[in-house]
T-cell receptor, first 115, second 111 residues
């Protein structure tokens, strides 16, 4: 199994450009989420989805859009990139997240630099 | 917003020494998880603790959940260079649909 696949692994953007970070999972997980990781701040939740057609905001949603048209895919869109969005982005999925025993499976991350 | 504070932020020790990482909050969590992350990779789950006062052991790693379910600790006995990495705690609130991460503790075990 591939698990959680993120693309691209690295991306450099100019301020104001748009792009989409792709995330796909092949485990039939209901729950998918996007985090950003910045030094000393751990992982902060951007958006999450509990199933196809359902999305919700996390801690730091501003500047990001998501959609969940299929169970497998959960793309993260930056409509107008800003230097403050320079970060490492992680996609994670879980069968569900209402049970305390459920495990988040993370992708390998996408490093984004906005100049 | 439920906040998790980890301490210390960075720990450098010699192989064979013991270390403890702390994860504290003023909020109650229904469960708490510990992850380890290596450079260029995503975090990988080490353990989940659910019950207040619970202690779990994973080889040389001992995890404890506080009685009030507001704090947790990770203790590594006789650390090895392979234990080097970023350790993250993550707590799940009562609603269950969000996982809040601490800032992480970077551990370096020198041979």
């Amino acid at each position: 199994n591939a698990g959680v696949t993120q693309t691209p692994k690295f991306q450099v953007l100019k301020t104001g450009q748009s792009m989409t970070l792709q995330c796909a999972q092949d485990m039939n997980h209901e729950y998918m989420s996007w985090y950003r990781q910045d030094p000393g701040m751990g992982l902060r939740l951007i958006h999450y989805s509990v199933g196809a057609g359902i999305t919700d905001q996390g801690e730091v949603p501003n500047g990001y859009n998501v959609s969940r048209s299929t169970t497998e895919d959960f793309p993260l869109r930056l409509l107008s990139a800003a230097p403050s969005q320079t970060s490492v982005y992680f996609c994670a999925s879980s069968p569900r997240l209402v049970s305390g025993a459920n495990v988040l499976t993370f992708g390998a991350g996408s490093r984004l630099t906005v100049l | 917003t439920q906040l998790l504070e980890q301490s210390p932020q960075f720990l450098s020790i010699q192989e064979g020494e013991n270390l403890t990482v702390y994860c504290n909050s003023s909020s109650v969590f229904s469960s708490l998880q510990w992850y380890r992350q290596e450079p260029g990779e995503g975090p990988v789950l080490l353990v989940t603790v659910v019950t207040g006062g619970e202690v779990k052991k994973l080889k040389r790693l001992t995890f404890q959940f506080g009685d009030a379910r507001k704090d947790s600790s990770l203790h590594i006995t006789a650390a090895q260079p392979g234990d080097t990495g970023l350790y993250l705690c993550a707590g799940r609130g009562a609603a269950g649909n969000k996982l809040t991460f601490g800032g992480g503790t970077r551990v370096l075990v020198k041979p």
